[in-house]
Nanobody
Framework: QLHLVESGGGSVQAGGSLRLSCSAS????????MGWFRQAPGKEREGVAS????????YYADSVMGRFTISQDNAKNTLYLQMNSLKPEDTAMYYC??????????????????WGQGTQVTVSS
């Protein structure tokens, strides 16, 4: 069982920055595709960014391309999401997720086996 815990959310003004962290424990932290998702009230959960543990293909949603950066520190079993130039529409609960299987596209929440509890990001105009 892989256990994921997010942190780093908060409230910022538009144009500001936040860095989210996702600490992993439990099962061997390797061979996973990791993803950051977000869900705003009344909306579906959407993929924000994804990367493969240990390196590999990285993907971003068009809405965050050039503003958000996903990275990892394998020595600390931690995944990050650096969010710059934040906009009010980035306001959502942000989740870290992991999957072992190869089915589904990276942005499809249904393909992920493990989820954190989420961290709230609120961007005011």
């Amino acid at each position: 069982q892989l256990h994921l815990v997010e942190s780093g959310g908060g409230s910022v003004q538009a144009g500001g920055s936040l860095r989210l962290s996702c600490s992993a424990s439990g099962y061997t932290y390797s061979n996973y595709r990791m993803g950051w998702f977000r869900q705003a009230p009344g909306k579906e959960r959407e993929g924000v960014a994804s990367t493969y543990i240990g390196g590999g293909s990285t993907y971003y949603a068009d809405s965050v391309m050039g503003r958000f950066t996903i990275s990892q520190d394998n020595a600390k079993n931690t995944l990050y999401l650096q969010m710059n130039s934040l906009k009010p529409e980035d306001t959502a609960m942000y989740y870290c997720a992991a999957k072992l299987n190869f089915g589904y596209n990276w942005y499809q929440a249904a393909g992920y086996n493990y989820w954190g509890q989420g961290t709230q990001v609120t961007v005011s105009s």
